[in-house]
Nanobody, 118 residues
Framework: QVQLVESGGGLVQPGGSLRLSCAAS????????MGWYRQAPGKQRDVVAT???????NYADSVKGRFSISRNDAKNMVFLQMNSLKPEDTAVYYC????????????WGQGTQVTVSS
């Protein structure tokens, strides 16, 4: 059973940066696309960024040019570099493995809270 553990969140001022990390167990990590998602209070969980096993990335329009997703298959980790943070980026951030349809299919971890506020 693959387990996902997110970390790196915190409180940051508008315009600041954070780097989120996601550690995944399991030897098949490198075969799958990975995605970062976020859920703000009272809202649905939405995709933020995805990266295929080959390294192709895709971003939600709201974070393009500010966020960058990357992966380290040797360490079974995926990262989300977040720059120029805005208050509307405040949410709990989650990672997940993606199936062939680029949909998340593993149990969600606890996520990591990102709060952007002055």
């Amino acid at each position: 059973q693959v387990q996902l553990v997110e970390s790196g969140g915190g409180l940051v001022q508008p315009g600041g940066s954070l780097r989120l990390s996601c550690a995944a167990s399991g030897r098949i990590f490198s075969l799958y696309a990975m995605g970062w998602y976020r859920q703000a209070p009272g809202k649905q969980r939405d995709v933020v960024a995805t990266i295929t096993s080959g390294g192709t990335t895709n971003y939600a329009d709201s974070v393009k040019g500010r966020f960058s997703i990357s992966r380290n298959d040797a360490k079974n980790m995926v990262f989300l570099q977040m720059n120029s943070l805005k208050p509307e980026d405040t949410a709990v951030y989650y990672c997940n493995l993606l199936n062939a349809a680029m949909s998340p299919f593993r149990s969600w971890g606890q996520g990591t809270q990102v709060t952007v506020s002055s």
